[in-house]
């Protein structure tokens, strides 16, 4: 069984930073991708960022030139690094990992923006 486990969340005013990371019980060489997903109070989960197994990365609109997804493989985490925070940037913030058969989820962490 695949465990995720983020860490990082908190409260931090407009402006600030916040570094998120996602640690796995398995080598996250052996997944195809990982990506860091967002469900905003009261609205649907939607996706911030994704990084591939070559390092490739991509962002929804809404946090490109703010947020930074990253990776080292030898400790199998993956990060977020998240500067600029709006106060719609509030949300829980989950990791994902893609393997060949399926995804797995970590339990999430909250993310607080106060304006």
């Known amino acids: 069984q695949v465990q995720l486990v983020e860490s990082g969340g908190g409260l931090v005013q407009a402006g600030g930073s916040l570094s998120l990371s996602c640690a796995t019980s398995r080598s996250i060489t052996d997944f195809y991708h990982m990506a860091w997903y967002r469900q905003p109070p009261g609205k649907q989960r939607e996706l911030v960022a994704v990084i591939t197994n070559s390092g490739s990365t991509s962002y929804a609109d809404s946090v490109k030139g703010r947020f930074t997804i990253s990776r080292d493989n030898a400790k199998n985490t993956v990060y977020l690094q998240m500067s600029r925070l709006k106060p719609e940037d509030t949300a829980v913030h989950y990791c994902?990992?893609?393997?060949?058969?399926?995804?797995?989820w970590g339990q999430g962490t909250q993310v607080t923006v106060s304006s």
């Open positions: 994902m990992a893609r393997s060949a058969l399926r995804e797995y």
